[in-house]
């Protein structure tokens, strides 16, 4: 008879790598979730996509997954399971308590002000909200729990500017807790969010961007996002913003684009153009982003006729040549998509010298650009052999 039988961990609670128990989960820019040690291990080694779903990584920034760690410290106990060791981690605080380390009453005072104050006290407010939410963690739970988010949601309509914009950047502090972002979009956020994204201050324009890009990291939130009529004010802040603002705007509209109705939408809201200006700035410092976004638009057909028609040729062939790694990959990724079943474009590609560099990358590239690389020099002896028998 078995008296002690070991619990099944739950596979939520599984880092994807390692099958191991995690103890210091974290998010990487696809929303999937990682022991961070692991994934460390991954982008150490040179990698660039997501080992569950094989997507392009547009960053390699990696979120803490706090309400999972949380859970994980709670399942372990109910199952006397000893809570995993966090290599260097402090004190642990008391598992199972659901109290944070914040000042509830200070909180429940500044969401008076929000609700009742003038508009002076209203501005105050979300401004140290905006604040304790970028803190901690503890902080992102007691605000949201206080009832903070349906307030902060109707400030996003304030027509004083400084109110606006701490409103929404206290949003963006809160949705790092993935609670949290049910509990704003429930709350009707991402209309009004749009809203300050299309005529907010720059200030609130590009945290409304870094807002949609938090959101988003949910798959259903991709599509209302793509459907409240985001992309064409991310494309129109992706052309006009501060260095920053670009940024905030190319990685929403990464994400956003991973959904296929979204490409559509951004390939009808005219954002190629701006993505091959883009391309061609080598000293903008939006190339990296701007071959991400094509290459996923790359494999949709409105969005492949649309790169063809913008002379992409070129720029694609020099990337190919020059370019980093990641950005090589992208381009010669892009460049297959364009050549496949277009033998204008191909013999164009050739005229600019695609094969001595599909030869190099077919050597010296990463897995992935060294099969395009190949599948695009096999067209090409394809297309030679062709012409020479006529």
């Keep these: 008879m078995i008296k002690h039988r070991s619990p099944v961990i739950p596979d939520d609670f599984r880092c994807p790598i390692s ?5 210091d989960p974290v998010i990487v820019s696809t929303g999937q979730t990682y022991e961070r040690s692991c994934i460390q291990k991954w982008l150490d080694a040179g990698h660039k996509t997501c080992p569950k779903t ?3 990584l547009l960053h390699t920034a990696l979120t803490p997954n706090y309400v999972l760690k949380s859970l994980i410290a709670l399942w372990c106990e109910s199952n006397g399971v000893e809570l995993p060791k966090q290599s260097g981690a402090s004190r642990s605080k008391k ?8 000042d509830r009453a200070a909180i429940t005072t500044l969401l008076d002000k929000l609700a009742n104050g003038s508009l002076e006290q209203q501005r105050s407010a979300a401004g140290e909200l905006r604040l304790l939410a970028k803190r901690n963690a503890d902080n992102r739970v007691c605000i949201a729990e206080a009832g903070a988010i349906p307030l902060l949601v109707e400030l996003l309509s304030s027509t004083d500017p400084r109110t606006q914009e701490h409103a929404v950047t206290a949003l963006l502090n809160l949705s790092i807790n993935d609670i949290n972002k049910g509990t704003i979009v429930n709350a009707g956020a991402i209309s009004d969010i749009v809203d300050v994204l299309k005529n907010g201050s720059m200030e609130a324009r590009e945290n409304a961007a870094a807002t949609l890009f938090s959101l988003s990291v949910v798959d259903e939130n991709k599509v209302a996002i793509g459907a409240a009529g985001a992309i064409p004010a991310l494309i129109k802040l992706l052309c006009d913003g501060t260095p920053r603002g670009k940024k905030d705007a190319a ?15 951004a390939v009808k809201a005219g954002i190629v153009p701006p993505l091959m200006s883009l391309l061609k700035d080598a000293g ?27 002379d992409p040729i070129p720029v694609l062939i020099e990337v190919i040549r020059t370019g980093s790694q990641r950005n090589r990959e992208n381009a010669v990724a892009i460049l297959w998509s ?25 050597e010296s590239g990463t897995d992935r650009a060294k099969r395009k690389a190949g599948n695009i020099l096999e067209i090409l002896l394809r297309v030679d052999a062709l012409v020479n028998q006529s």
């Design 19 to 23: 099958l191991e128990l995690m103890k």
């Design 54 to 56: 094989q997507q392009t």
């Design 95 to 102: 598992v199972g308590s659901s109290v944070s380390d914040c």
């Design 251 to 265: 990685t929403a509209i990464f994400n956003l684009a991973i959904y296929q109705g979204n490409k559509a939408r």
């Design 284 to 310: 903008g410092g939006m190339v990296d982003e701007a071959l991400a976004i094509l290459a996923i638009l790359a494999g949709h057909q409105e969005g492949k006729v649309a790169i063809g028609q913008v």
């Design 338 to 362: 364009l050549c496949t079943g277009d033998s204008q474009l191909l013999m164009l590609a050739k005229q600019f010298g695609a094969e001595e560099a599909l030869k190099e990358l077919s």
